[in-house]
């Protein structure tokens, strides 16, 4: 079955940099976009970044354009989420997304 896996979610301080990793399986992974989202508490999930199945484009929310990339491997079936200059606001529980299925989320927490 379709299993995602992220990892790579810490406490760091405004300013600071973290990588979230997404592993992915139980599906034809380099036929599916793959996708970023975001939950803060009381808030909606909402969508921060987007990769093609090639990975050669990307999409990104207004609020962490120009901060965050996206990138994918479709050799080892991961995608990454590299978020540089980190806001108190991008504190939330990350989520991978792709072949309509979720990961259980990964904490992260911008405090000084």
């Known amino acids: 079955q379709v299993q995602l896996v992220e990892s790579g979610g810490a406490l760091v301080q405004p300013g600071g940099s973290l990588t979230l990793s997404c592993a992915a399986s139980g599906f034809p992974f380099s036929r599916y976009l793959m996708y970023w989202y975001r939950q803060a508490p009381g808030k909606e999930r909402e969508r921060v970044a987007t990769?093609?199945?090639?990975?050669?484009?990307?999409y990104y929310a207004d609020s962490v354009k120009g901060r965050f990339t996206i990138s994918r491997d479709n050799a080892r079936n991961t995608v990454a989420l590299q978020m540089n200059n980190l806001k108190v606001e991008d504190s939330a529980v990350y989520f991978c997304k792709g072949a309509d299925s979720w990961g259980q989320g990964t904490q992260v927490t911008v405090s000084s």
């Open positions: 990769v093609t199945r090639a990975g050669d484009t990307t």
